[in-house]
């Protein structure tokens, strides 16, 4: 990897007025279809739904507020192998602490954290242990937020994994802990191959099934996992629409992502809604309507729908071959070993991948995670399992996101 300039620079979030305005004249002059009668939710999310959400957006949600509260943390970016990358940088204040990456998925950015920062970097100003205290790195990944999309190629996992552990180095981490969701899940996973012996142990929520892969057998399931696979196997069948244009249209979906704010807020919104916990009746109910409406923002204001679903379809390629390749492996060896955290033999050939650091997984209500499929071979060290919040806890619930890092990550260097 070429990192001929190691620059770190500070940086700060400026809006322009004219974006600003560029914004609210636009979702002024939307022209909004009809819901059709008795469909509800059923064919995406109604106007009755995205209406007074894109209204409030105009009128009344206040970005001069939030982009404020968001240049007090500390900004930063630097360029590896020609593309910027962006990231948060919160140092703990006790001596030791440890470095934590922490990896955002779509459709969410750094700001999917923001509520973890004081817990982990100061936990025992939040009722916790001085010895659990962490540094914290928040990048935005290429094709999200601030790291604008250079050019094609990094959607791939790898690239994007090498990336990651370049922005450490940078930082003088020789060693760190790391974590992920989404798509920072799969980056995650894919660090200790492209950083051997630097990732003192893992941690991702919400480990599903390859989402294009086949329908999860529901035989010899117990209640949890079967409620967990049936999931799955409805947003296989009902749910995956945005996966497959992204993973193969990407430029076509752009157009609309990138001239019409309406259009971007119900691709973000419909997700919120439909990925977050149970307990929350809307997507605002579950994180917050500031938070939620300061995730879409970033996407208009920096093109990320268009540069978020090249990457995806990137990515897509990359983790298709990936599984391929792994599936084939543990075909070989009689399956037993296909799949799963560790990744298996990702050439599927003669390499073999470097041991892999301590791993765990933390499962919330909504998630789709069935452990026979995702780990068959026990790789996880750490299975966990809540009654609440979906596929976003570090917004849904910190609280419990917080509590499973420090758990399983406790003592470990």
Same mark, same amino acid.
């Given at each position: 990897?070429?990192?001929?300039?190691?620059?770190?620079?500070?940086? %700060?979030?400026?809006?322009?007025?004219?974006?600003?305005?560029?914004?609210?004249?636009?979702?002024?002059?939307?022209?909004?279809?009809?819901?059709?009668?008795?469909?509800?939710?059923?064919?995406?999310?109604?106007?009755?739904?995205?209406?007074?959400?894109?209204?409030?957006?105009?009128?009344?949600?206040?970005?001069?507020?939030?982009?404020?509260?968001?240049?007090?943390?500390?900004?930063?970016?630097?360029?590896?192998?020609?593309?910027?990358?962006?990231? =948060?940088?919160?140092?703990?204040?006790?001596?030791? &602490?440890?470095?934590?990456?922490?990896?955002?998925?779509?459709?969410?950015?750094?700001?999917?954290? *923001?509520?973890?920062?004081?817990?982990?970097?100061?936990?025992?100003?939040?009722?916790?242990?001085?010895?659990?205290?962490?540094?914290?790195?928040?990048?935005?990944?290429?094709?999200?937020?601030?790291?604008?999309?250079?050019?094609?190629?990094?959607?791939?996992?790898?690239?994007?994994?090498?990336?990651?552990?370049?922005?450490?180095?940078?930082?003088?981490?020789?060693?760190?802990?790391?974590?992920?969701?989404? =798509?920072?899940?799969?980056?995650?996973?894919? *660090?200790?191959?492209?950083?051997?012996?630097?990732?003192?142990?893992?941690?991702?929520?919400?480990?599903?099934?390859?989402?294009?892969?086949?329908?999860?057998?529901?035989?010899? *399931?117990?209640?949890?996992?079967?409620?967990?696979?049936?999931?799955?196997?409805?947003?296989?069948?009902? #749910?995956?629409?945005?996966?497959?244009?992204?993973?193969?249209?990407?430029?076509?979906?752009?157009?609309?992502?990138?001239?019409?704010?309406?259009?971007?807020?119900?691709?973000?919104?419909?997700?919120?809604?439909?990925?977050?916990?149970?307990?929350?009746?809307?997507?605002?109910?579950?994180?917050?309507?500031?938070?939620?409406?300061?995730?879409?923002?970033?996407?208009?204001?920096?093109?990320?729908?268009?540069?978020?679903?090249?990457?995806?379809?990137? #990515?897509?390629?990359?983790?298709?071959?990936?599984?391929?390749?792994?599936?084939?492996?543990?075909?070989?060896?009689?399956?037993?070993?296909?799949?799963?955290?560790?990744? #298996?033999?990702?050439?599927?050939?003669?390499?073999?991948?470097?041991?892999?650091?301590?791993?765990?997984?933390? =499962?919330? &209500?909504?998630?789709?995670? =069935?452990?026979?499929?995702?780990?068959?071979?026990?790789?996880?060290?750490?299975?966990?399992?809540?009654? %609440?919040?979906?596929?976003?806890?570090?917004?849904?619930?910190?609280? *419990?996101?917080?509590?499973?890092?420090?758990?399983?990550?406790?003592?470990?260097?």
């Amino acid at each position: 990897m070429d990192t001929h300039s190691h620059d770190i620079r500070p940086f %700060r979030i400026e809006i322009s007025d004219d974006a600003l305005d560029d914004l609210r004249r636009r979702l002024a002059l939307t022209r909004w279809p009809a819901d059709l009668d008795g469909t509800g939710t059923s064919r995406g999310i109604p106007v009755s739904s995205l209406r007074p959400l894109a209204e409030h957006w105009r009128d009344r949600f206040d970005w001069r507020a939030q982009e404020a509260r968001l240049n007090e943390l500390p900004h930063f970016v630097t360029e590896v192998d020609g593309q910027s990358i962006h990231f =948060v940088h919160v140092r703990s204040a006790v001596a030791g &602490a440890r470095p934590l990456l922490l990896l955002h998925g779509w459709p969410s950015s750094f700001v999917e954290f *923001l509520d973890l920062i004081g817990p982990l970097t100061d936990p025992v100003a939040h009722g916790g242990r001085e010895e659990d205290a962490v540094h914290v790195v928040i990048p935005s990944l290429p094709g999200y937020g601030f790291s604008p999309l250079s050019g094609a190629g990094w959607g791939d996992l790898f690239r994007v994994a090498g990336a990651m552990a370049e922005v450490m180095t940078r930082l003088g981490y020789d060693r760190f802990l790391a974590h992920g969701t989404d =798509v920072g899940s799969g980056i995650v996973g894919m *660090l200790p191959m492209v950083a051997p012996g630097r990732v003192i142990a893992t941690h991702v929520t919400g480990p599903s099934p390859f989402p294009l892969g086949p329908a999860v057998s529901l035989e010899g *399931l117990d209640d949890a996992d079967r409620g967990r696979a049936e999931r799955f196997n409805a947003f296989r069948d009902d #749910g995956a629409g945005y996966l497959h244009i992204q993973a193969t249209r990407p430029q076509t979906l752009s157009y609309g992502l990138t001239d019409s704010p309406v259009a971007q807020l119900a691709w973000i919104v419909e997700k919120f809604q439909e990925w977050t916990g149970p307990e929350s009746a809307l997507a605002e109910d579950a994180i917050g309507l500031d938070r939620l409406l300061t995730t879409v923002s970033l996407y208009w204001f920096t093109v990320g729908g268009w540069s978020s679903a090249h990457a995806m379809y990137e #990515g897509m390629q990359v983790y298709q071959r990936f599984a391929a390749m792994a599936a084939g492996a543990g075909e070989e060896a009689g399956g037993a070993e296909a799949g799963g955290a560790s990744g #298996g033999d990702a050439s599927g050939g003669g390499w073999e991948a470097p041991p892999t650091p301590p791993a765990a997984a933390s =499962v919330f &209500a909504a998630d789709m995670s =069935v452990r026979r499929v995702v780990d068959p071979a026990s790789a996880f060290e750490s299975w966990t399992e809540h009654d %609440r919040a979906g596929h976003f806890p570090a917004m849904e619930a910190p609280d *419990l996101l917080v509590a499973d890092l420090h758990r399983f990550f406790d003592g470990r260097r």
